[in-house]
């Protein structure tokens, strides 16, 4: 592994942390026509409002957006890394040993995430995510700086 899992997350969820404020802007954008500091920071900042809550005003705002499946995916890998880091170590092995133990997949604890692998999948998909949600905010009037 060329990183560690800690650089990894804090990758994957600064960059989600981006899409979802670009999600942010489309949605101030949308309802306002211009960003809106007090509804970006007093509502949508707000740790009640949910990223499902946003994505599905996103659908009604732009229902052609055809990365909603990969947007999908990013959140799902941006979740394991938050939320995933339990190490499980079979039978007697001692955790202060400096052997590695495993971090079971939620989804299938049978199987082991391979955190590598998730940030490279979530390292292209981003770019191609926040390029389109770009263009919609630009669609909408917003400007990129």
Request: with cysteine; proline share 3%; aromatic share 14%.
């Amino acid at each position: 592994m060329s990183k560690t899992i800690s650089e990894y997350r804090s990758e994957v969820i600064e960059g989600f942390i981006n899409i979802e404020w670009i999600i942010n802007m489309i949605i101030s954008q949308y309802f306002f026509k211009s960003l809106r500091k007090n509804f970006l920071f007093e509502f949508l900042y707000d740790v009640n409002c949910s990223f499902s809550l946003k994505r599905n005003v996103l659908q009604k705002i732009a229902p052609s957006f055809d990365k909603l499946e990969d947007l999908n995916r990013l959140n799902s890998i941006r979740n394991y890394f938050a939320h995933c880091n339990q190490e499980i170590f079979e039978g007697s092995d001692d955790p202060t040993s400096g052997k590695k133990g495993k971090i079971l997949n939620p989804k299938d604890t049978k199987k082991e995430l391979d955190f590598e692998k998730l940030y490279n999948e979530f390292k292209p998909k981003r770019g191609e995510v926040e390029t389109s949600l770009g263009k919609i905010f630009v669609s909408l009037g917003g400007q990129l700086k």
